[in-house]
């Protein structure tokens, strides 16, 4: 993540670009582990329910940038997750805008155990 961040601007940002599907208190779709009729998951919670904190910074940005699909294939896994890229319509500042909101708003430990995995992943070459 870039030494700064907007949070006020991520918080704006979310409640345009994300809220419809992730929801306006982060909390996600009803049912968000089970696939629907399509196979897809349901949208997860951004919240300290779900496991948007379990992922280091790269991966939260790719995701975000490139949409489930193109992300999760660099990881060689054949998955379309429903998640659409924001690549075409959010700078990349924005993106890390929008992800310093959603962290902003994780328990302490929360923040802490996804920091140490965003820590370990640049270690093990991640950027």
């Not at 968000?32 to 790269?58: K, N, V, Y």
């Not at 193109?70 to 929008?98: C, H, K, R, Y």
Request: a negative charge; glycine letters at 12%.
């Amino acid at each position: 993540m870039p030494a700064t961040v907007d949070v006020a601007q991520g918080e704006t940002l979310y409640a345009d670009s994300c809220a419809s599907c992730h929801g306006a208190n982060l909390e996600g779709q009803p049912e968000w582990r089970s696939p629907g009729p399509d196979g897809r998951l349901p949208a997860p919670p951004h919240d300290e329910t779900g496991h948007t904190w379990h992922h280091p910074d790269r991966v939260l940005f790719q995701y975000t940038k490139l949409g489930g699909r193109a992300a999760l294939a660099l990881q060689g896994v054949d998955f379309d997750s429903g998640m659409p890229a924001f690549g075409e319509t959010l700078t990349d500042q924005e993106i890390w805008n929008i992800l310093g909101y959603i962290q902003s708003t994780w328990p302490e430990r929360a923040r802490r155990v996804q920091a140490e995995r965003t820590a370990a992943d640049l270690a093990n070459g991640g950027n």
